[in-house]
């Protein structure tokens, strides 16, 4: 049976206002939460392993104690196990010292097989943390998986490149970040919520599923997390400024009145539309 | 020798294809070198490779150091690691800046070097530039000081509303990585002259966990979201696979035109991922988007408000699109879409007319 080990993280969900402060900038504690979208693709290909291979499914998060939301919800969706690091030290680290904490996670849980990530956070975009927590762990990483089969110890993965894509072969362990150009999502497909409502109801079971951790229990040093141990620092942030804002409307006439005056107005407003037509 | 103050770019190619990121790359680090004084040095790892340092130097490097190897012909994560850590090793001072692009290749190979070197790294950055900054944050006093001629690497943040500035300017080198397309690229001086060297490189077993079967090069199944200049989406409004003809149709009357998506379409199955616009899909900045049923949710408006001319068309007059968009016709997009190309094909025509007249 294969360990695989899928971190996830909880974001602000930007589609609501909730919590966007007037500057621009997001006020985490009033801001509705999710699951990061990304992530459902890594969880989905773990759930994909553990039926077609057989696992065992820990789900790895940091964050402050409300990130156990997305624990659970991983629970739903088929993963076995939970653990959250929490600590205040951690606040406001960037991806070098988020890629060093979630490493000495691992190093606390031991052997595994596979770690998922997402591709990348909504709330970050930056794509680095996997491939840092690869290179802290010294192990082989495969980023934009589109599909992957396993055999044994080995595994083989479909890569995305610019224009084409990448046929790879590597043995375990490995570190994958998902693509979400894989398989399309349907990983409520095996969800078992009841059941995951009967356990969490139990404070044994509970425990036995969900474990908090905290720096020290991990054995991280807390200079090299949170801002004290970050390379990179935020120095300035400017909110963009309204985006469009003036829409010319066209309606209730006839279509062929409304692209007449909108071509008209196009070509009055110099927007230089007769340059990129096929002649 | 090498200037060890030089801006450093990591050239990309993949199969000795130099990938238009590098060129953008190297315009990019030209503007920080000339405010910094100093010159612009290019990495290049590859196989067989040897003719594209001239082209780099065409682009604005004043200096190529190569790696060739013939382990290195395809791209794998450690194999490239090695050979960029080999190059920095030789350089024996850090350099004050490295460049990579936030490609497929860029994305993955970054991270590494910059957790081995435990140094910051900016992704996906929009504009780049140099300047100073005063560090008055208590928590750490040894990070407090005044740091003249650093990286500013600028990038969108939380979704596209906002823009931050990122500085590393505890440790060199500063990293970054800027978004395909972004970067303005100089025009290819073919008189310009530079230095060559290769920079030798020894892998280690480990290296080579990861082998390449094979790398397929589909160019037709690829769509040039981020480089084209019209851009024709369809969204859910669309109703079905089918609404795509009608995509396609309007899409055609552009001379460099491609189809976009929303996510919900891409989600239904209509058309493939490859095809998406916004937060989970690409970030785009045509000269002219065209969407039609698409609603405008605000996953859509990240990744193309940034385009030059919207203009939508949506049944429902009150579609967060109208706010954003700069032209909007309020009505059925069956019968608008069609309308639309009858009306830019005969726009142009008369243009033709004139132009030869």
């Avoid at chain 1, 078992?192 to 474990?211: G, M, N």
């Avoid at chain 2, 590098?22 to 290019?42: H, I, M």
Wanted: charged letters at 25%.
């Amino acid at each position: 049976m294969f360990k695989i080990i899928v971190f996830i993280k909880q974001v602000p969900d930007t589609s609501s206002k909730a919590g966007v402060n007037p500057d621009g900038t997001i006020d985490r504690a009033r801001a509705k939460r999710m699951l990061n979208p990304f992530d459902r693709y890594a969880l989905q290909k773990a759930i994909e392993i553990k039926r077609a291979y057989g696992a065992e499914v820990t789900c790895v998060t940091m964050g402050p104690p409300p990130a156990v939301e997305v624990l659970v919800e991983a629970f739903e969706h088929g993963a076995d196990y939970g653990v959250l690091l929490t600590d205040k030290r951690i606040a406001a680290s960037d991806t070098l010292a988020t890629a060093y904490a979630l490493h000495k996670v691992i190093h606390h849980l031991g052997e595994f097989d596979i770690i998922l990530t997402g591709l990348q956070t909504t709330d970050g975009d930056t794509a680095q943390v996997g491939p840092q927590i690869a290179e802290r762990l010294n192990i082989a990483q495969i980023t934009y998986c589109e599909a992957l089969s396993i055999s044994g110890k080995k595994l083989s993965a479909r890569r995305v490149v610019e224009g084409g894509h990448q046929e790879l072969e590597v043995s375990m362990p490995v570190l994958i970040t998902v693509a979400n150009s894989a398989t399309p999502l349907d990983y409520k497909r095996f969800a078992d919520v009841a059941a995951v409502k009967e356990f969490l109801r139990q404070p044994q079971e509970r425990e036995r599923r969900i474990k908090t951790v905290s720096l020290d229990i991990i054995g991280a040093d807390g200079t090299r997390t949170g801002l004290v141990g970050s390379p990179t620092v935020v120095g300035k942030t400017w909110k963009l400024g309204e985006i469009g804002g003036s829409c010319t409307l066209f309606q209730g006439e006839s279509p062929e009145r409304e692209v007449e005056e909108l071509i008209g107005k196009l070509r009055a407003d110099g927007k230089g539309v007769e340059e990129l037509v096929n002649v | 020798m090498s200037n060890p103050n030089n801006v450093v770019v990591v050239a990309e190619q993949l199969q000795g294809d130099l990938q238009q990121i590098t060129q953008e790359l190297l315009g990019a680090a030209r503007g920080l070198a000339e405010k910094l004084n100093t010159g612009v040095s290019c990495f290049l790892i590859g196989h067989n490779i040897m003719p594209l340092a001239e082209k780099l130097i065409h682009y604005g490097a004043d200096e190529v150091i190569v790696v060739d190897d013939p382990q290195l012909k395809e791209y794998t994560t450690l194999t490239y690691r090695r050979a960029v850590i080999a190059i920095l090793e030789h350089l024996k001072t850090p350099p004050p800046i490295v460049l990579m692009g936030a490609t497929t290749i860029g994305r993955d190979l970054a991270p590494r070097i910059a957790a081995h070197l435990e140094v910051g790294l900016t992704a996906d950055c929009t504009e780049l530039d140099i300047g100073d900054y005063e560090h008055k944050g208590k928590a750490d006093p040894s990070k407090t000081g005044t740091f003249n001629n650093i990286l500013y690497a600028i990038r969108p943040s939380f979704g596209e509303s906002l823009k931050a500035r990122i500085l590393g300017p505890w440790k060199n080198p500063q990293m970054a990585t800027t978004r395909i397309g972004v970067m303005q690229a100089l025009p290819v001086d073919t008189t310009r002259k530079g230095t060559v060297h290769k920079v030798p490189v020894t892998f280690q077993t480990d290296d080579f966990r990861v082998t390449v079967v094979k790398t397929v090069r589909d160019v037709s199944a690829t769509v040039n979201l981020t480089g084209a200049k019209v851009i024709v989406s369809g969204g859910f409004g669309l109703g079905s696979a089918d609404g795509f003809a009608v995509v396609r149709d309007l899409a055609s009357v552009f001379k460099d035109s491609v189809v976009g998506a929303s996510r919900r379409a891409v989600d239904s199955g209509w058309i493939p991922y490859a095809h998406q616009v916004g937060q989970t899909g690409k970030t785009v900045r045509p000269d002219i988007y065209i969407a039609l049923g698409i609603s405008g949710a605000i996953q859509h408006r990240v990744g193309m408000a940034h385009s030059k001319v919207i203009i939508a068309a949506n049944k429902d007059a009150d579609a967060p699109i109208f706010k954003f968009a700069h032209y909007g016709i309020v009505g059925d997009l069956y019968h608008i879409a069609p309308l639309l190309k009858k009306e830019l094909a005969k726009m142009a025509r008369e243009q033709g007319i004139k132009a030869g007249a």
